[in-house]
């Protein structure tokens, strides 16, 4: 096995394309270099484009949770109450960033593997109309469902006028987001996942009603308090030293992101994940989540005849192909394979033929080349150059 060749199909980190990976490599730059602001003046309004909001984005050096953090202790004022719907990890780690901080926290929890409705959050603050922010994973990662972040906004909108604060670190770069048009108001995402650069990026986009409510918060913060980096943004700066390697190549994600387009980025993703999605049925493989609520980014897959997490070790014995594994409750029973970012449908062809070997290996009696057939059939029937 070539052992330095690794298969990464996790949902995050992802591969990184040669190109972003060239553009980090660039000698380091002064942060309060003109390098430095015109670095930052173009990825502005690429920036904005990609969560579809007129507001300036901040840039903040943090992994995605430094983001969700930044969204809560900006936008929720002391003894505000605020609910968050908990579709799983992601969720969870939400209201505990919320419990943390103190905030009086309403979790709505739901059954992992679905996606919470509009009309279950309206129902919930309809009877608690003192929620003055409503958070929710867009992406959850740790089941592959997708929540109607869209529907769900319409519906809040017309009841209600907390906020609507997105976790979209698994969605965004991979699923549309049109802040302004939805209006949702925070949206936080990484850098690993459909951005395709390593951690150490947070994006945190706030629309005018958002800003609102930030510009008045009397709760303390200091290295995640977002009027600093709007106030350093919009003259091309960041408030504190930049992770000036990851701009480098946001730069060229950003770049590669006007290529491609983003309606065609989209489609893409929503190919892999049908690809996917036909093949683990076409294997008789369970999925966790249900076809109208399925990631584009991930998919979970909750086989009952063995162990996922024997059948991750075989896949990375046989392949070093790298998928992941559940988390919580769900650690040893789903596996999860990533198709977002820098992966095409030619990656997933490779990753459902593997795992076609994987499932000989383990003894099940499977005919291969099933699955791979499956996903060439969708790719025949809705493939990108169609
Ligand atoms: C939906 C979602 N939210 C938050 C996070 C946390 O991001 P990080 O690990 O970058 O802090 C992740 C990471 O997998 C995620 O998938």
């Not at 969870?92 to 943390?100: G, K, L, P, T, Y």
């Not at 009309?119 to 929540?147: M, W």
């Amino acid at each position: 096995m070539l052992t330095d060749q690794q298969i990464l199909r996790i949902p995050g980190p992802t591969p990184i394309p040669p190109v972003v990976q060239r553009a980090m490599n660039k000698p380091m730059i002064g942060h309060r270099s003109e390098e430095t602001s015109a670095l930052l003046k173009g990825v502005r309004p690429r920036l904005q484009k990609v969560f579809g909001v007129s507001e300036e984005v901040a840039i903040i050096a943090s992994s995605g949770t430094g983001g969700m953090e930044t969204a809560f202790v900006n936008a929720v004022h002391p003894e505000e109450e605020v609910l968050v719907a908990v579709t799983g990890a992601f969720g969870d780690r939400f209201s505990q960033i919320c419990e943390a901080h103190g905030a009086k926290t309403h979790r709505l929890d739901i059954e992992w593997g679905h996606a919470v409705t509009a009309k279950e959050i309206t129902d919930y603050v309809q009877s608690h109309p003192e929620i003055r922010a409503i958070f929710i994973t867009q992406c959850e990662t740790s089941t592959g469902v997708l929540n109607p972040i869209q529907e769900i906004a319409q519906a809040v909108r017309s009841i209600s006028d907390a906020l609507i604060i997105i976790d979209g670190v698994s969605s965004i770069g991979g699923t549309p987001i049109e802040m302004d048009h939805w209006g949702v108001d925070i949206v936080v995402t990484g850098s690993q996942k459909a951005f395709m650069l390593p951690a150490g990026l947070a994006f945190v986009a706030c629309n005018k009603r958002a800003w609102e409510r930030i510009e008045t918060n009397k709760r303390p913060t200091f290295y995640f308090d977002l009027k600093k980096y709007r106030q350093n943004i919009e003259k091309n700066t960041t408030p504190f030293t930049p992770a000036s390697s990851l701009l480098y190549g946001l730069e060229e994600t950003l770049v590669l992101f006007d290529r491609e387009g983003l309606e065609n980025i989209y489609k893409r993703h929503q190919l892999m994940m049908k690809m996917v999605r036909a093949a683990m049925k076409a294997l008789q493989l369970p999925l966790l989540a249900n076809d109208e609520h399925a990631s584009p980014t991930v998919t979970a897959v909750h086989p009952t005849q063995f162990k996922a997490a024997d059948f991750r070790k075989v896949l990375q014995q046989e392949f070093n192909l790298i998928v992941a594994g559940g988390q919580q409750h769900l650690a040893n029973e789903i596996f999860r394979i990533g198709h977002m970012g820098y992966c095409s449908p030619a990656d997933v062809l490779q990753t459902i033929s593997a795992i076609e070997i994987g499932l000989q290996k383990m003894g099940q009696d499977i005919q291969l080349g099933s699955g791979t057939a499956a996903a060439q059939q969708v790719y025949l029937e809705e493939g990108i150059n169609k």
